[in-house]
Structure formats: C-alpha cells, structure tokens
C-alpha cells in the first residue's frame, strides 16, 4: 500500500494550482451568472406585482394569473411599465377593460401598439405579436398566468441546466475539509430536492396561488446552500493554504 501516504491529500486547500484554477474560474462564471439571474428575476418576476422586489404576489402573478386583471393590465403596471407613457397605458388598458373590441382597435390604440411595442412583439420569437389583434385580445382577456406550453419547457430546461451547476458545485465542495460528513451530504444533496420542489411548485401555483410559497422557500434555501458551498470551497482553496500548514486528510474517504 505504497499510495495511502499520497492519496492522502486529497482536499481542497492541496489541489494542484491546474485544478484550483479550473474550480475557481468556474465558481466566478457561475456566481456571475448567479447575478445576472437574480438582476433578471427581479426584472421580470419581481414586477409582476408591479412593485420592485420579489413578494408571494409576484409569485401568484406570474404563474397563476391575476384573476382580477388581464395580463396586459399586470404587465403595464410591471415589466413593461417604461414601454409607454402613463396616458398611453391607460388608454390601452380602458380598452382592453371594454372587451378589447376590434371596433375600437383601429387607429388611436392601433397605433400605440406600433409606435410602442411591435418593435419586440413582433420581432422576438416567444413573445406575443402584437401586429395580430388575435394576440392581442389573447393577454387583454382574464390573466391565466403562464401557459402550460410555456411552463413545460422552462421547467426541463431548469431542471437540466440547474442539476448540472449543482453537480459541479457539489463535487468541488465534498472535497473540502473539517465539515461533518453529514452536514456535508445534507449541504450536496439538497439543492437537488429543492430543485424538484420548485419546479413542482410552479405547477401547483398555476393550479392553486396557496402553493406560492413552496417556490419562495425552494428558491432562497437552494440559493443559501449554494452560497455557502460556493464560500467555503473558494475559503479552503485560497486562503486555507496560506498558512503553510500540510493538510492531509483525504476528504473523499470521510
Ligand atoms: C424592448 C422590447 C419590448 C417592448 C418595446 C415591449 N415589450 Fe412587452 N415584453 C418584452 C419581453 C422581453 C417580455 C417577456 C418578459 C416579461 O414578461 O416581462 C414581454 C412581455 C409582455 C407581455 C406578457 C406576454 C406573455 O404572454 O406573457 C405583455 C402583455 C407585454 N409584454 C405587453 C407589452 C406592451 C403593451 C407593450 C407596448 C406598450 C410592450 N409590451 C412593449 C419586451 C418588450
């Protein structure tokens, strides 16, 4: 057993400087992107309510609907609130609260549509074209919140793309060291069942806006974890070795 002695470094403050670098510009990609996510989701989400920040209510809004308004009437009032001037909007929305009746679609309103929104909603595949008075009358009508079409792709592409950044998180961190070998299982394990939570829960919250709150505790636990694992490998890979001391357990025998 001549290897033991060797193998027995294997932890996060004695990985070569290859390996390091490869773990280290790959947490900065991922908490970059953990940004850019969170600048989007308050973007979109967190203005569905029309107020800034992240609530239940933007929750209910964005998959369950707003019975009470239709979504152009939620939508004018969130994100796309800076696409027309107050009195444009309300025009709009007076409309779309009469029937959103082609009688009165033609001219004025019409041209609010070109001159404010055709630019995206006509261009961006996805998005509604709003050149169609169809698709107009389609959001104008009660909000249903998001379409199951719409909700089955974003739930797999979630799914795959988000289980992958927690494989790599998680692999990177079951090497470091001095943490309980429960905790740290717990701490790997369980982004993956908030995961399912929160997809789960965008569909009970079509169905049902009582189930709003599931989505609320997957995503912040699941963002804690990630956090946490994300400092502690950075900590045990840069700033652990830097005391000189020999660090020899192997972390992947705990
Ligand atoms: C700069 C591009 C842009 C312009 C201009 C724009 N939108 Fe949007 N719109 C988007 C994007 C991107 C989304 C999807 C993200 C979201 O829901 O906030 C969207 C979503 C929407 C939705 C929700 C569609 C759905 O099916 O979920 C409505 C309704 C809407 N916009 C209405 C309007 C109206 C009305 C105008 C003009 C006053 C307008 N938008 C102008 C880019 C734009």
């Given amino acids: 057993m001549k290897n033991t002695k060797e193998q027995s470094w294997i932890n996060l403050p004695s990985l070569g400087l290859s390996l390091k670098a490869l773990f280290s510009s790959y947490l900065i990609v991922i908490g970059f992107g953990a940004i850019l996510a969170s600048a989007q989701l308050?973007?979109?989400?967190?203005?569905?309510?029309?107020?800034?920040?992240?609530?239940?209510?933007?929750?209910?809004?964005?998959y369950h609907g707003d019975p009470n308004n239709s979504k152009i009437e939620t939508k004018l009032n969130g994100s796309m609130k800076d696409k027309a001037p107050q009195e444009e909007r309300i025009k709009i929305i007076k409309w779309a609260r009469n029937g959103a009746l082609e009688t009165e679609w033609k001219g004025e309103i019409k041209n609010i549509f070109d001159t404010r929104c055709i630019s995206c909603h006509s261009t961006i595949p996805g998005l509604p074209n709003f050149t169609q008075l169809s698709e107009v009358q389609a959001v104008a009508g009660h909000d249903n919140g998001v379409s199951t079409s719409t909700l089955a792709r974003v739930s797999h592409i979630h799914i795959f793309a988000i289980a992958f950044i927690f494989f790599f998180n998680g692999l990177i961190f079951s090497l470091s060291i001095g943490i309980n070998r429960l905790v740290k299982a717990l701490v790997i394990s369980l982004p993956f069942f908030c995961l399912i939570f929160d997809i789960f829960s965008w569909w009970l919250t079509k169905i049902s806006p009582e189930f709003a709150w599931i989505t609320m505790i997957s995503g912040i636990s699941y963002s804690i974890l990630s956090a946490y694992t994300w400092v502690i490998s950075m900590y045990q890979m840069w700033i652990m070795p830097r005391n000189g001391k020999k660090y020899t357990s192997n972390a992947w025998q705990d």
């Fill in 42 to 62: 308050l973007m979109t989400h967190g203005m569905a309510d029309g107020k800034l920040g992240l609530s239940i209510d933007d929750i209910v809004y964005s």
